[in-house]
Nanobody, 122 residues
Framework: QVQFVESGGGLVQPGGSLRLSCEAS????????MGWYRQTPGKQREWVATISSYGGLENYVDSVKGRFTISRDNAKNGVYLQMNSLKPEDTAVYYCNAAKWGDTYEAVFDSWGQGTRVTVSS
């Protein structure tokens, strides 16, 4: 059984910041790449960022480069997403999952957590 619990979302003004947290169950997640994904109503879930199993290599979708930073703490089964200079187009529900590392960074598991909602509005 796999479980992801996301937190840290909220309502912020454009230009503001949020820090999202993800707790992944199971010790095996400490050795798996992890990713953040986001989804808006009527839209397909989009990959946002990934981080390698032990850190050191991070990738981002072009639209968030320079603004978002992904990190992890394997001792805590934690994955984080620091979001700065937020824009209205960042509004979405954000999810975490184990991430594939190939042509795409799509999620490994079909089971998703509840997600955490980020709303950027003026």
């Amino acid at each position: 059984q796999v479980q992801f619990v996301e937190s840290g979302g909220g309502l912020v003004q454009p230009g503001g910041s949020l820090r999202l947290s993800c707790e992944a169950s199971g010790s095996s997640f400490r050795v798996a790449p992890m990713g953040w994904y986001r989804q808006t109503p009527g839209k397909q879930r989009e990959w946002v960022a990934t981080i390698s199993s032990y850190g050191g290599l991070e990738n981002y979708v072009d639209s968030v480069k320079g603004r978002f930073t992904i990190s992890r703490d394997n001792a805590k089964n934690g994955v984080y997403l620091q979001m700065n200079s937020l824009k209205p187009e960042d509004t979405a529900v954000y999810y975490c999952n184990a991430a594939k590392w190939g042509d795409t960074y799509e999620a490994v598991f079909d089971s998703w957590g509840q997600g955490t909602r980020v709303t950027v509005s003026s």
